[in-house]
């Protein structure tokens, strides 16, 4: 029972790995006004931009007074055009007739003719407006939606009007985008809004759906959510008053962070519990590894930050998932080194002729247990760091959590370094806690199995091919 519920816990830990932990992406309420003019069409836009993101963007607050002053606007602005107009302003526009086949007049390029960002009580506002030479007429269609491949903002098309066509049309509203049809210019003038679906229904509906397929894996990261925003309150309170309370549960919270973040999506749980089923090791070599894939993942995110902090970027949580997909494709090559390391050592372990050696134990009066014997073939590798545990802790630990980064940020943007070091100590030993508990499982279980040994070389050769696999899966997805 107990290897049937390990392997369970390594096949869940292992489809967990197949997901990214990424920072919750920010909604954007949209809102368009279309003016229609002789031979052009006039648009202005707006994007809302919700108090929470706004609260998020610390790093644009050089003199950490806790307010955006004009120059710093400014840079928020600039940096925000900056990425808008590598990805077109991440506006989809279409122009065709309704029913005859012809080419799509599809926008490749906006000209912005005026562009404003405003801040209010509310949160953030983006303003800008542009102009097509396209003239709106009877049987065509213009499309106009809002998307960002990328993963940045999630738009939700709030409204859209109008202005100045003199015929019928009928206005249809989805979740990202929005459409008009015009209509024939010798019907009576009217103006039919005809929404595709109620938006308050759309949401209300995702939201009772989202509850039906509420998952471990979708908890946890609502867990995570509500204990990140626990800590910049705590992280504010500390800069503010710098309360004794504030630090207790500053390093409680970051432990539950540990604790919950490794519970979570992540290969390094598969990984840790495969090596240590692999391979012949003590509870004090658990322990080791444990403690230092944590702190290497933990300290990883810490030097992202400090790159995105000097470097000023507006857009976080693209940045975060290329670096994932970097780090996480290095991890996929040492695990396939190691797990092909470990192979060709099986190998010339059988290659070698078998020597009988007596066995050696040693009692204590007080403590009576054997404290080593030597078998046909010892592979006690207990007492030493290996280039395998080393490879191990690197996989395990070099892809960096958005999450962690985010608290980072958070902390060196109000000046409190030693507060931020604190925190990341402390979620390291929430997340050592979970991987050590993972590793002395299969510890366990090895141990029990030592006494069949057929079961114990199903162990190590399937736990060297699940390592392989492993990593070929992170390498290709």
Known sequence: MRFVALVFFVFQSFLWSCTVCTNEIPQVNVTADVTSQKEKTVFEVQWRFHKQFVDNLTQYDINENQKFEINEKLLIQDSLESYLKEYHYLTDIEYKHQKKYTKTKYVENIKILSSKLLFDDKGMEFQYTFELPITLKNSYKLYLGFNDERGNFNFIFKNMSLDDYPHSYTLNKGFYFAEILFSDPNIIEKKEIKPTENEDNIISKEIEQEKKQESILSILEKKLTQIKNNLKEILKDIKENNN??????????????????????GHGKSLVSSYFLQQDKSYLKAFSVASLIAIVHTFSAFLLTLVIYTSV???????????????????????????LYLLWQKYKQRQKPVKFVAATITTNKLSPKVTHTNTLSCACNSCKTTSTDLGVILAAGIIPCPGTVTVFLFTISLGIYFVGFVSALFMSIGMSLVIFITAILSITIRHTATKNTTLIRLLEYGSLFFILMLGVILIVI
């Open 313 to 339: 970027g507006f857009i976080f949580n693209s940045t975060l998932v290329d670096v994932e997909k970097v780090t996480t494709k290095i991890s996929a090559v040492i695990i396939i080194i190691i797990a």
């Open 244 to 265: 004794i309370t504030s630090y207790l549960w500053l390093l409680f919270f970051s432990f539950l962070y540990g604790i919950i973040h490794a519970i979570g999506p």
